[in-house]
Nanobody, 125 residues
């Protein structure tokens, strides 16, 4: 059974930074492409960043230049470093995994196989 557990969310002032972590248990982490998505109330789930099993990356428009996704295949963990946070970044952030041992990244949340429960990020103005 594959489980994803996110952590690192919280309340931060505008301009601040947060690092989200997602620990994956079960399966073979090295074979997973990983993604971070977010969903604000009343809005669709959207890509923040994704990383292939071979560490190629892709970013959503909102994250470009402000966020960095990375993975540690020893710790079975994917990270999302978010800087210069804005109130509009307020959302629940979800980690997702797709079985994909390639260079390809996956931007569509519907293509992911496993999801975490989410961690709330709130940015105050």
């Amino acid at each position: 059974q594959v489980q994803l557990v996110e952590s690192g969310g919280g309340l931060v002032q505008a301009g601040g930074a947060l690092r989200l972590s997602c620990v994956v248990s079960g399966g073979t982490f090295n074979n997973y492409a990983m993604g971070w998505f977010r969903q604000a109330p009343g809005k669709q789930r959207e890509l923040v960043a994704c990383i292939s099993s071979l560490s190629s990356t892709n970013y959503g428009d909102s994250a470009k230049g402000r966020s960095t996704i990375s993975r540690d295949n020893v710790k079975n963990t994917v990270y999302l470093q978010m800087n210069s946070l804005k109130p509009e970044d307020t959302a629940a952030y979800y980690c997702a995994a797709r079985v994909s041992a390639t260079w390809r990244t996956w931007t569509d949340p519907r293509l992911y196989d496993y999801w975490g429960q989410g961690t709330q990020v709130t940015v105050s103005s």
